[in-house]
Every structure is written in structure tokens, then in C-alpha cells.
């Protein structure tokens, strides 16, 4: 098991655009936790769900003894809300952990603009490498989960050699130790190509679109203009 705590990669400017995303999740997240309605009416209500995506068609939620319908969101809107969602604690944690260490040097690199564009586009494009693998799953997918693989793609492309300091367990071997990115995030790849087919509720499927999507992207964002003289 590898879990990365930190990176050796100053940035050079304060990553307003991450603290805010990473503020932005929790919120949400505690909302839902306080909400009279529950952390899953949430879950239910703006989930993306890939038949209503492939079949344009939104489904009703149905909740309480009564059976009572409750619109949903329309679906276009649930591929950037959905992102914003967590289903518990644990799954919120590891997310901004991963967007707080990677995140703020890939955002240094792009600015904040352009990052919340990179971020959103991953986001999305996550969602919908899910819905073409379940196009008539009825299950909601929520998460950041595949918006952060889009930045952990990125920062593979931009920064393979710097050290992450990492909380390694391998049989009886514990220990923190510097590793490179390269390693680290090519090992969760790894990880999420193997998984598939396993199950257990995750969408893998959003986890390898949004990584391959960042790689993709980083580079399409940092492709120079050719010169041109106007007049």
C-alpha cells in the first residue's frame, strides 16, 4: 500500500483555486452530513446517472415510506455537481488529500483560471469514460474522484521526477520514504486498471478516463501558439 503524504515541490504562488475547491467539498460535504433530508437523498438526487445521460431522460427519486417522487437534477447538471459530492468521510478524505498535495503544483503551473478549466473538463470527461463502460447503470456516481486523476495525469506529465513522501506498508515493511511521482501515481494507474471488473462501488472506469484525460489535456494546455503578425 502506498499512500503519498506530501511532496518535495515548492510552488510559487499561494493555490487559492485548490483551497478553494478543497473548502468548497467539505462544505457540501457537512451540509449533506447536517441536511434533515440525510447524506444520501443528496447522493440520490444529484448523482450522475448514466441512463439518464445515454437515455436523455431523467428518473424520479423516490424516497420515504410513501414512496413520495422528487425530481432529480436536470442530467447535464449532475456531471459537475456530482463531482462536488462525497458518500463518507474516509472517501472525502483521501480525495482532498490527493487534490491538496498534486493540485497546487499543477495549478502554479496553469494558473488559477485555466486550472478550474483543467479541473471541471477532467471532471466531466471522468463521468462520461464511466457512463460509456454502464451506459444503462440507474446507480448514481458521485465523487471528485475522477476530476483529481485528471490532475494526477497532469502533474505525471509535468513533474515525474519530484520526490513524494510516501507512507509505504508492504508486508513488514513500514515506512515513510521519498519517492518519485513517477512511481507513485504509475502505481495508482496500476491500481485502477487492475480493479476493474472488481467492483465494491467504484466507479475504476472514471479513475483511468480522468488520468488519461489529464494527461491528455496538460499537454493541450501547454501547447505554444504559433506567432502570428496582425495588422
Given at each position: 500500500?502506498?499512500?503519498?503524504?506530501?511532496?518535495?515541490?515548492?510552488?510559487?504562488?499561494?493555490?487559492?483555486?485548490?483551497?478553494?475547491?478543497?473548502?468548497?467539498?467539505?462544505?457540501?460535504?457537512?451540509?449533506?452530513?447536517?441536511?434533515?433530508?440525510?447524506?444520501?437523498?443528496?447522493?440520490?438526487?444529484?448523482?450522475?446517472?448514466?441512463?439518464?445521460?445515454?437515455?436523455?431522460?431523467?428518473?424520479?427519486?423516490?424516497?420515504?415510506?410513501?414512496?413520495?417522487?422528487?425530481?432529480?437534477?436536470?442530467?447535464?447538471?449532475?456531471?459537475?455537481?456530482?463531482?462536488?459530492?462525497?458518500?463518507?468521510?474516509?472517501?472525502?478524505?483521501?480525495?482532498?488529500?490527493?487534490?491538496?498535495?498534486?493540485?497546487?503544483?499543477?495549478?502554479?503551473?496553469?494558473?488559477?483560471?485555466?486550472?478550474?478549466?483543467?479541473?471541471?473538463?477532467?471532471?466531466?470527461?471522468?463521468?462520461?469514460?464511466?457512463?460509456?463502460?454502464?451506459?444503462?447503470?440507474?446507480?448514481?456516481?458521485?465523487?471528485?474522484?475522477?476530476?483529481?486523476?485528471?490532475?494526477?495525469?497532469?502533474?505525471?506529465?509535468?513533474?515525474?521526477?519530484?520526490?513524494?513522501?510516501?507512507?509505504?506498508?508492504?508486508?513488514?515493511?513500514?515506512?515513510?520514504?521519498?519517492?518519485?511521482?513517477?512511481?507513485?501515481?504509475?502505481?495508482?494507474?496500476?491500481?485502477?486498471?487492475l480493479n476493474v471488473g472488481v467492483g465494491g462501488g467504484v466507479a475504476w472506469f472514471a479513475h483511468i478516463g480522468g488520468f488519461l484525460i489529464g494527461m491528455g489535456l496538460i499537454k493541450l494546455f501547454t501547447k505554444k501558439r504559433p506567432?502570428?503578425?496582425?495588422?
Open positions: 500500500m502506498f499512500i503519498p503524504l506530501k511532496d518535495e515541490n515548492p510552488t510559487s504562488r499561494f493555490p487559492i483555486v485548490t483551497v478553494l475547491f478543497i473548502a468548497l467539498n467539505v462544505i457540501v460535504f457537512f451540509f449533506q452530513l447536517v441536511s434533515p433530508e440525510g447524506l444520501q437523498f443528496y447522493v440520490y438526487k444529484m448523482g450522475t446517472i448514466p441512463y439518464e445521460i445515454t437515455h436523455f431522460k431523467s428518473l424520479p427519486l423516490v424516497v420515504g415510506q410513501t414512496a413520495e417522487q422528487i425530481p432529480r437534477l436536470a442530467p447535464v447538471l449532475t456531471l459537475f455537481v456530482s463531482m462536488f459530492l462525497h458518500g463518507g468521510f474516509l472517501h472525502l478524505l483521501f480525495n482532498m488529500l490527493y487534490l491538496w498535495i498534486f493540485g497546487n503544483n499543477v495549478e502554479d503551473f496553469l494558473g488559477p483560471f485555466r486550472f478550474i478549466v483543467f479541473y471541471l473538463l477532467c471532471g466531466v470527461g471522468a463521468s462520461l469514460t464511466h457512463i460509456i463502460f454502464n451506459a444503462n447503470s440507474q446507480v448514481p456516481m458521485i465523487g471528485a474522484s475522477g476530476a483529481i486523476a485528471g490532475v494526477l495525469g497532469a502533474y505525471l506529465i509535468l513533474f515525474p521526477k519530484a520526490r513524494v513522501m510516501t507512507f509505504v506498508i508492504l508486508f513488514f515493511f513500514i515506512r515513510i520514504v521519498p519517492i518519485p511521482a513517477a512511481f507513485v501515481l504509475g502505481f495508482w494507474f496500476l491500481m485502477q486498471v506567432k502570428v503578425w496582425i495588422h
